[in-house]
Each structure stands twice: as structure tokens, then as C-alpha cells.
């Protein structure tokens, strides 16, 4: 016999004639619950299956009549008093059996067409069909899970055909199935063919839709997105022969690429996509290129809608639905206008996939009204405005300038004649707005006498007045639209109405934000705060300037102008040199929150308008220039402000910023110059004071660099007593100190002067924390390391409010140090090994952080990681060509007793003496009768030991002193020496 059992239940002899059998369902249920259990099955439990009776007694006399009635039909029974069976003989088939063997390999399932006896049911026997339902769905499972594991096990081998086949087979099977279709998906990238990637999910979502009345999930709906994206550019095609469009496809269309599919992509997941930009970007044109690139997509057709005048949408709506469109009716019909309308949108709301094009859709009143409501339809809105409420569900993509070199093969496309050097240039001239090379490369096509070179700087010189930017020499447009960059940005701008409030301020900030650098992006407090308005109104004015287009808003945070849009604007402004200067007045006051690209062009505009704000702006611009290493125009443009004024606060005011400048490049007999320069015109001047006691500060530390000691010292003391500022005094007070400590050894002095400027500060903190690390060096320097300590503890912590993190970095390598000498070695190790391990790999103090290392590990008797750290130390000290750190390295190098001990000791004295470093001498020569007195070489350890001593005594360093002698003492005591022999020692 045949039995087949998956899909419609069919039994057959082994001829082809089909069973009696089949007449019987009671029969034929039997017969698939014997199958299916494989096992003889008590008579009791069949007759109760399939008889809905009052007693079993009455469904085992049911059955046993069946079963005399099958019998003849079907010998393979075999009925005992107790139990009943199917023996199946060798030459039957059954398409279940099949179907297990092969779900116990690995091969590609072929013998289940559909569900286990689908479609069947037995009347009047709720427990069958409740058994049948249970196994019905066990199986399904089971094949479900074979055809994963079979797509899995295709993909690992990138067996991508095999793993498509296995994936339609499983939807097929399981239509309902989103898993079997992000499989599929997957398979198909891989494979190349892309453009059946949405194909696919749009069947699954128009599936669920049409069936089950559901969306797919979000897993689903992502990954038809992420697929979407990366897939390659798809070649233009025709469109679906009911679609209505009624522009062609423009040949020259370039560099949108990334565009089409991010729409693409979008369409994945929403069901209306909004491209926005200003006038002239080329939304339209890039929403025709996606017609004819993706309507292949949109099997139900692709239609065009002008949304310019809200009164003709609904006779374009009705047209589509006409027999040039979807034919749901003809003219014969006499339909009124609103019925064809409710008849198109009836259509719209079937799964079928259509595309809908609401091209210049301004209005969110507009477009809601039109949105279809539920179905199958994808619409693709061009808009100036940027930002649409979430309620509408829509997503928006900018639409951003293409890259220069698109632009050029644009350009070059239209006009061949130019080349590409030509053609970038014409590109930047105009922005790289798509309207406006359009129209450039049109003119010079038509005009072809006239040198790009000439061209390219008219264009530079009249901008929007040149006659190619209004349309001169455009024979034709692709869009239809406007062939005049003004007049589109008119468009928009005339829209406004200064009668409105909100329009008033919008007009006021436009004005404003075209005095900033166009196409940049603007912070919008420091634009939303230069109109005289509530900041309520402010917002909406800058709204309304997006939704129309002439600004783009970007991340709620800043705006960008493109550079014809401000040209335009400035055409416009009545009263331009009142506005001119209140915005450069206005950004005078907010400069140091004013990004670069914005303060340099302001401050140009103020300087050639000859504004009283330009020298300040001059200042501020430099300064930030000077951060940034761009010392060439920095200096260029404080050299050309010396020019523009006369005022002698002023011209000391940049004379400092010179000053200022060439300090930080490191020329400081410059800056020391331009310092002295400056004083003259600010010297004696109230005004000025404040500005001649940062020129005075500035001249000492050139002076104190210089190692001018007498010239820093007159200067520190006049600007001290000059300062009558808390925090400039604690500045003068500071310096001071730094010139006794680092110049004139006068370590008392400076830590007074330190002591003082300390006290007069409140809150402060980069300045608090730079006077207690100096007091922190002064204690190191006495050897008065607890001290020390505590010092170096508060400036961190002083630090660390202000997120200082290099310097703080810096004033650590002090706080070991002092942890070191106080006993805390471990402490100190776990301090500067955390330094080191965040420090960048050339940075500038990570000599002195390795020195520290290596006293540390000395002092754990760690002596070969200890050489390797001083070594470390002193390459960098060389590369970095600091002698007093080059010094330091050596010392340490010889107190780590390598096998050249002696010449480093000999190395640091040389360089210590070079420098006339006296303190560090003193202590080298401690180090070094230290390393002679462990080597018993007594009459060297003698002669050291004296000459350091002497010299701590003349430098008033008590504490260094003791601590030399406790050195040698407890040295010489390990020795086994006796120290009373050794009085010098």
C-alpha cells in the first residue's frame, strides 16, 4: 500500500487504485493514530479517541464493528482481545516514515508538503482531533527545527543557494514564520542578490498584515533595515507599468548613492520617510532617481504627487486611480471627485506595496491629512522643513551637500570643456549646492568664450547678482522648478511675515545667523540669546526658519546657513550696518564659548568694518590660534590689528598677546621684548593697570626662563606691590616665590612668598594647587618630607576638582616622592606605578616619573628593575635635552651601584656644577660618598661626605643635612665600621 498521510490524506494500493478505505474517516483516523504511535495501542484507549459515547462499553462495541469492517480492507491490522495494531509489510510506503528518516539526517527534507493529515477532522470525536492538533504541531516543530539547523549548517559552509532553497521551502511550510525570513534575508545578502532582500520583507509584512492582522517584530524589522544599508547601488530600471510619474530620470544624476539606500534601508521599518534640505539641494531630483532606482520594489505602482497647491492634490489623487494609473474606474463612471478620491484611498490601505512621491510637502497638516492609514503603500516626502512631530511616525533624512568631487563630475558632465581643477573650484565658489552647479555649469556650456578662471572670480565677487546664479544660459530644468537660486531662497524667506511675532524674531535671527561662518554649525543659545525676545519665541523662531528651510537644525543644539542662503539674507537686511555691528557686539561678549570657525570669521568682518569690538576679537582669536599651534596667522593677524589703531591700551593689549605667543612657541627673549613694548603704552595708565600687571608677570617668567635673576627679581617685586587683586597678587606672589626658590636658592623667601599668596586666595583652585605643590618642593627641598606630603596631598585634591588630569599626573610623581622619604615605600610604589601606566609614550615629564620608580624600587632592594628605571630616566631626559634631569638620571644610575657607578656620579657632578645647581652638588656628593663608603673606599667616602656637608651648611638645609648623616652613620653601621674612627663620616 501507499499511505500518505502529510497534507491531503491519501491510501492507495500498490497499482494506484485508491482504498475503500478512503470512505471510511473513522477508518482512516485509525489507521494515521496507529501509524503515528508505531506500537500496538490499547482497545480501550482507541475506542474512547474516536467515539464521543456515554461509556467506554459503548465505544469498544463501536469499534469492534470498525474493525470487523476493515479487516478485508487493510490485512496489516492485527487485533488481539486486548490491543490493536498496523504491521505495515515491506512493500508499503508511508510518507511519515520517510519524513522521520529524514529528520534524523542531515539531508534537505522532501517529504513533508504540508501539516500531518491537514485539513482533516473527524466529526463528533474531540479527542482525536485534540490528539491530532498535539501531533500535528509536535511534527511541525520538529521539521521546522530540522530546516534551521539545515540553513544554519548551509551558512557555515557559505553554501548561500542551498541555504536560500532551504529558507523559502521552511516559508512555505510556515508563512507565518518571521524567524525563516530573517534567515532568508540573510542569505540573500550574502549571496549578492540584494534587491530581494526588501522583497522579501515586504511579502513577510504584507503576510502578517493581510492574515493576521499584525506588523513584524522588531528583530525582524532591523535587520531588513541593517541588510538594506549595506547593499550595493541598484541600477536604474523601468517603473511598474500602472505607475503615474511625471518626470524623467536625469542621466547626469550623481552621488546619492548613499542616500537611496539609506531610504531604502528606512523603508524597512517606516512607513514614511521625509527628505529635507534647503532650496536647491536636489530633494526632488534624488526622489525621481529613487522611482526609477527602487520602483521595481513597489509592485502596485509608483505615483507623483505635487503638493505645492494644497487645492490640486485632490484631483492628482483622483488621477491615479483613473485608466492611465490603477484603472479602479474610468470617466464613463461619472464618479463625483470625492468618490474617486475615498475609491483610491481604499486602495491604498491593501497590503500591496505602492510608492507614493508628496513632493514639496511644507504643511504637517498637509501631509497628515494624506497619509494613508494603514497598508501596504511606502511614501516618500521632499521637504525644506527639518523637524515633523513624532505622532506622524515619520523619519527624516537630511539631504547633505554632495562631495566635491561629485560636484565636479556634475559640473564637468555639463560642461566637458572644463577641467577638473576648473570644475572643483566653480564647486566651492557656489557651495556645493546641486541648483546652483547646475546652473554655473549651464553658463559656461552656453558661454563657452568665457575662461572658467574669469568666471570662477565674478562669481567670488557678485555671488547671487551674477547673472548664471538667475538662470542665464539654462535651456532646460530636469525638475521643472525654478531655475534661480534667489528666487528659491525667496520662496522661503517671503513666507515670513513681519507682522507675525514669531516670523519678526525668526526674521531677526536669520539676519543675525548670516553674519556668522556660513556652513558651520551655530550654537543656538549663543544665536537664540542675541534677539531681544523671550526664549519661547526665540524657539519658534528658529523652528519656523527650519520648517522653511533656511537653516538646518542638528541635534537641537546648533543651526547651519548655507553660504548662498547668508549671501541672500545679507542682500536683504535693511539697516545692515546696525545689525552688522550689534551681532559683532553681541559675540564680543560670548567669545569664549564661540566655536573657532565662527570667531574667525566675525572677527575679520569687524576688522575690515573698522568695528571698536575688532581688537578684542583680534586678542581673543589669536589666543585660541596659539592653543592650536597656529602661531604663523595668529602673529599675522595681531601684526595687522598693530595697524588698525591707535589707542595705546589697545596697542599694548596686542603687544601682550605677542608677548603671550611667542612664550609659548619657547622664544622668550621675543616675548620678553614685546612684554617691555607693551608696558610703555600701558605704564601709568588707570585703564590699563590690570593689563600692565599680566604684561609685568608675563616679562618676569621670560626673565626667570632666561635665568635673569636680577631682572626677574625688580620686575616680580614691582608687580607685587602693583597687584591689587587677590588672584593677580597671589600670581606676582607666586612668581616671586619660584624666582627665590628656582634662581636664588633662597628657599626661606619662597616659601613666605608661597605662604602668602596662599592666604589670599578663596576658591580657587588650579592656582591653590599650584602654590601648595611649590610649598610641597620647598618642604622636599628642606627634606622635610611629611610636610611634603601633606602639601602635594592637598594641591591634588585641590586639582582634581578642576579635572586638571596632566598636571595632576605631574604633582603625584611629587606625592611618591615625599611618600618614599617618609617610609611609605609600598604606598609610594602603588602612586607612581598608577602614574606611569596612564601617562601618554612621550610624555614630557615621564623622566622624572621614571627616577621616582627607581628610588622606590632601590628602596625594596629591587636593584636591577631600579637600574632599568634610571636608565629609562635618563633617555629620556637626553631626548628631551634637559640637563638638570640628564643629571639627575646619572646620580641615580650610580647609587644603583652599576658596573660604571663611578663615571655616573661623575657625569652628574660635571652637569650639576654646569648649571650651578649648588643643592643638587651637595646631594650627589652625599650619593656619592654613600656608594664609595659601601665599597670601603674610606678616604673618597671621607672627602665627599665633607664637602656635602659643608655645603648643606652654607645652603641653610638642616634637614638634608641630618638626613645625610644618618645615611652615613647607619651605613658605616652595617659596615661594620666604627663611626667614632670616621669623625668626618
Known sequence: MRIKLLGDVSIRHNDGTLSPLMNSPKGVALLAYLIVNQQPQPREVVADLLWESSSTAQSLARLRDLLRRLRPLLPQLEVTRKMVAFRPNPADTIDLFTLQEELKSTAPITAYPAPLLDKFDLDGAFAFNDWLTIERERLHRQVIRAYRSLANQQAEQQAWQAAIHTAQRWIEIDPFDEQAYRHLMRH?????????????????????????????????????????????????????????????????????????????????????????????????????????????????????????????????????????????????????????????????????????????????????????????????????????????????????????????????????????????????????????????????????????????????????????????????????????????????????????????????????????????????????????????????????????????????????????????????????????????????????????????????????????????????????????????????????????????????????????????????????????????????????????????????????????????????????????????????????????????????AAEEAYLRGLAMLDDEPILESTLLVNLGECALTYGDYPRAETYFERGIARLAMQREDAREQYYRISLAEAQLHVGKVTQAHTTITAVLEGAPKEWVYGSIAQNVLAQVLLAQTKVDLATEAAYKALRLAESADDTYLTAQAWRLIGRCRAENWRSAFAHAERLFMQIENERELAKTWGAMSLACLATSDIANANKLCKQARELFIHLKLPMLLAELDSDVFLLASRSSLDPTKHSSI
Open 188 to 748: 540573500l545578502a550574502q549571496a549578492g542578490r540584494h534587491d530581494e532582500v526588501i522583497q522579501t520583507f515586504e511579502h513577510c509584512r504584507n503576510v502578517l498584515h493581510a492574515e493576521l492582522g499584525v506588523a513584524p517584530v522588531k528583530k525582524t524589522v532591523e535587520l531588513a533595515a541593517q541588510l538594506s544599508q549595506t547593499q550595493s547601488a541598484v541600477q536604474p530600471g523601468a517603473l511598474p507599468p500602472q505607475s503615474l510619474v511625471p518626470l524623467r530620470r536625469n542621466p547626469l544624476f550623481t552621488g546619492r548613492d548613499a542616500i537611496l539606500e539609506g531610504v531604502a534601508g528606512a523603508f524597512a521599518s517606516a512607513t514614511t520617510v521625509v527628505l529635507t534640505g534647503i532650496g536647491g539641494i536636489g530633494k526632488t531630483q534624488t526622489a525621481v532617481e529613487f522611482c526609477y532606482r527602487y520602483g521595481y520594489r513597489y509592485t502596485g505602482g509608483v505615483f507623483w504627487f505635487n503638493f505645492d497647491s494644497a487645492d490640486d492634490i485632490a484631483k492628482q489623487v483622483a488621477a491615479s486611480g483613473g485608466t492611465r494609473g490603477l484603472a479602479l474606474f474610468s470617466s464613463a463612471d461619472n464618479l463625483p471627485l470625492t468618490e474617486q478620491v475615498a475609491t483610491v484611498h481604499r486602495a491604498w490601505q491593501a497590503p500591496l506595496p505602492r510608492l507614493l512621491i508628496f513632493d514639496n510637502c511644507e504643511e504637517i497638516d498637509l501631509l497628515h491629512e494624506w497619509l494613508p492609514v494603514t497598508g501596504g503603500c511606502r511614501v516618500l516626502v521632499t521637504s525644506r522643513r527639518s523637524t515633523w512631530p513624532t505622532a506622524l511616525g515619520v523619519e527624516t533624512i537630511a539631504l547633505p551637500l554632495p562631495s566635491l568631487a561629485h560636484c565636479s563630475q556634475l559640473v564637468r558632465q555639463i560642461a566637458p570643456r572644463l577641467d577638473k581643477q576648473s570644475a572643483v573650484a566653480v564647486a566651492q565658489a557656489v557651495g556645493r549646492l546641486p541648483l546652483a552647479l547646475q546652473l554655473a555649469a549651464s553658463f559656461l556650456h552656453r558661454y563657452r568664450s568665457i575662461p572658467p578662471q574669469r568666471y570662477i572670480q565674478q562669481l567670488r565677487n557678485r555671488s547671487l547678482q551674477h547673472p548664471s546664479l538667475e538662470g542665464r544660459g539654462v535651456l532646460h530644468s530636469p525638475t521643472e522648478h525654478v531655475t534661480s537660486v534667489s528666487r528659491t531662497f525667496a520662496i522661503s524667506i517671503d513666507q515670513l511675515d513681519p507682522a507675525n511675532q514669531v516670523d519678526a524674531i525668526a526674521l531677526q535671527l536669520l539676519a543675525h545667523a548670516a553674519y556668522f561662518a556660513p556652513g558651520e554649525p551655530i550654537p543656538l543659545a549663543i544665536l537664540r540669546d542675541s534677539v531681544q525676545s523671550d526664549e519661547l519665541t526665540a524657539i519658534d523662531g528658529l523652528e519656523r526658519l527650519a520648517s522653511l528651510g533656511l537653516v538646518t537644525n542638528e541635534a537641537g543644539e546648533t543651526i547651519v546657513m548655507h553660504r548662498l542662503v547668508a549671501a541672500f539674507v545679507l542682500q536683504q537686511v535693511d539697516e545692515r550696518e546696525t545689525v552688522e555691528q550689534t551681532v559683532i557686539a553681541w559675540v564680543e561678549a560670548q567669545r569664549p564659548h564661540l566655536p573657532l570657525p565662527h570667531l574667525r570669521h566675525i572677527t575679520h568682518t569687524a576688522i575690515t568694518n573698522h568695528s571698536p569690538h575688532a581688537i578684542p576679537l583680534t586678542i581673543d582669536l589669536s589666543r585660541r590660534l596659539g592653543q592650536l599651534g597656529a602661531y604663523t596667522e595668529a602673529e599675522k593677524l595681531l601684526q595687522t590689528a598693530l595697524t588698525a589703531t591707535h589707542a595705546p591700551i589697545l596697542l599694548g593689549r596686542l603687544q601682550l598677546s605677542l608677548s603671550l605667543l611667542h612664550f609659548n612657541r619657547g622664544q622668550l627673549e621675543q616675548a620678553r621684548q614685546f612684554a617691555k613694548r607693551a608696558a610703555t603704552y600701558l605704564d601709568g595708565r588707570e585703564a590699563g593697570k590690570r593689563w600692565l600687571v599680566e604684561t609685568l608677570l608675563r616679562h618676569g617668567w621670560c626673565a626667570l626662563r632666561l635665568s635673569d635673576s636680577g631682572d626677574a627679581l625688580a620686575v616680580a617685586q614691582r608687580v607685587v606691590a602693583l597687584a591689587d587683586v587677590p588672584h593677580t597678587k597671589a600670581e606676582s606672589l607666586n612668581l616671586l616665590g619660584s624666582i627665590h626658590y628656582f634662581m636664588l636658592g633662597n628657599y626661606q
